[in-house]
């Protein structure tokens, strides 16, 4: 079974909109990370948010993390064309450096 | 400073032939990882390398699977024989052993006919 599954599976927005997804997981993690993947190419690590953090800023990037419901939520603001792709969240079984990823939510943005 | 390089990037085989993926994680990460994503299904991970040794191989779906890291450099992930449902795409990360963030290669694609 999955250790995490990201929400929605599809988005699709207006370009300035802003993109809000997220992810639940099942055990308890050490930090949970985001991904981003544009089609054909390899992920690309975007932020990463250790379990006694709750929220982590990265230019337009807001994660949250709230790990007594075990979920974290991704923010892209001010979204733009640039941004379509595939969105993954990682998180580690709590102790080791085994990441799991989930299925992804795919972004759409429309100029 | 190069990033992880795999290859090749597609392939190509006959169900029963047998393919050799190959990564060349960044410099100096210790930790090398194969992950496959099958169309629209989650990024399932494979097994995790710490240098030459096997971290962890509970990913791995059966013994036609064959992962090794010689002198904890590059890695190669063998497939013997091929089946049908072997196909979609291998990526290979890396990371530095203190650090959370994995370094992705662009994958391999793996098409079983």
């Known amino acids: 079974s999955q250790q995490g599954e990201e929400d929605p599976q599809a988005l699709s927005i207006q370009e300035g909109e802003n993109a809000t997804m997220n992810c639940s997981y099942k055990t308890s993690i050490n930090n949970l990370q985001w991904y981003r993947q544009n089609s054909g190419r390899g992920l690309v690590h975007l932020i990463l948010i250790r379990s006694n953090e709750r929220e982590k800023h990265s230019g337009r990037l807001r994660v949250t993390l709230d790990t007594s419901k075990k979920s974290s939520s991704l923010l892209i603001t001010a979204s733009r064309a640039a941004d379509t792709a595939s969105y993954f969240c990682?998180?580690?079984?709590?102790?080791?450096?085994?990441?799991?990823f989930g299925t992804g939510t795919r972004l759409k943005v429309l100029a | 400073e190069a990033g992880v390089t795999q290859f090749p990037s597609h392939s190509v085989i006959e169900k029963g032939q047998t393919v050799t993926l190959r990564c060349d994680p960044i410099?100096?990460?210790?930790?090398l990882y194969w992950y496959r994503r099958v169309m629209g299904k989650e990024i399932k991970f494979l097994l995790h390398?710490?240098?030459?040794?096997?971290?962890?191989e509970s990913g791995m779906p059966n013994n036609r699977f064959l992962a090794e890291r010689t002198g904890g450099t590059y890695s190669t992930l063998k497939v013997q024989p091929a089946e049908l449902e072997d196909s979609g795409v291998y990526f290979c990360?890396?990371?530095?052993?203190?650090?959370?963030?994995?370094?992705f290669g662009e994958g391999s694609r793996l098409t079983v006919l």
């Open positions: 990360a890396s990371s530095p052993f203190f650090s959370g963030e994995l370094f």
């Open positions: 990682a998180t580690d079984l709590g102790g080791t450096y085994k990441y799991i």
């Open positions: 410099s100096g990460h210790d930790n």
């Open positions: 390398f710490v240098k030459e040794s096997k971290q962890d």
